[in-house]
């Protein structure tokens, strides 16, 4: 009989500690969720690295975060590598999607048009079915990397939809890379 009494008395003092935990936890959850970026709409949580650039006579390698209007979301980061010798530019971007989530990797492939010392320019195939065509310029004097990307004037069903508007963007520090920084 004892034996019995022992086990009840720790059931309700387990219970009575997980009965305290729930309320320490709704309270934390109240003082630190409201407030998080996931309640805001603001998704600053994942700090991507700021810009770097590299460059040779045989490669250039850019990272950073893509910033223009209609572009991709405000918090991403695209990686070019330029190679001379294969006469491409390989494009990968991802971008934050919501509190703590990334999307899927895109990965884009652009020829090489012009490299020497001071500039490359790139652009991509213009397919059949493809609307846009995009064109990078990558100033290696200044490190600088801008992007547009404009309507073709191909015509093809897959084209009546097309957005007309043409979009231009940098490769900069990521914004929210600046704000711990304080760059």
């Known amino acids: 009989m004892a034996y019995g009494v022992g086990i009840v008395r720790v059931?309700?003092?387990v219970k009575k500690i997980l009965a305290a935990f729930k309320k320490l936890l709704l309270i934390l959850l109240i003082i630190f969720g409201i407030s998080s970026p996931a309640f805001s709409g603001n998704y600053g949580d994942i700090v991507?690295?700021?810009k770097q650039f590299f460059a040779d006579d045989y490669a250039i390698h850019i990272a950073g975060t893509i910033i223009g209007n209609g572009i991709w979301g405000q918090n991403n980061t695209v990686t070019i590598i330029c190679s001379?010798?294969?006469?491409k530019c390989d494009f990968a971007v991802i971008e934050q999607i919501g509190p703590n989530q990334?999307?899927?990797i895109e990965i884009f492939s652009y020829n090489i048009i012009k490299f020497d010392s001071k500039i490359v320019l790139a652009t991509d195939d213009v397919e059949f079915v493809s609307c846009q065509k995009t064109t990078i310029k990558i100033d290696i004097v200044n490190c600088t990397v801008s992007g547009q990307i404009e309507p073709t004037k191909k015509i093809s069903p897959f084209c009546k939809t097309t957005d007309p508007k043409i979009y231009t963007w940098t490769v900069e520090d990521n914004p929210n890379w600046k704000k711990i920084m304080g760059k």
């Open 11 to 13: 059931e309700q003092w």
């Open 102 to 104: 990334l999307g899927t």
């Open 48 to 50: 991507f690295e700021d």
């Open 84 to 87: 001379k010798a294969d006469k």
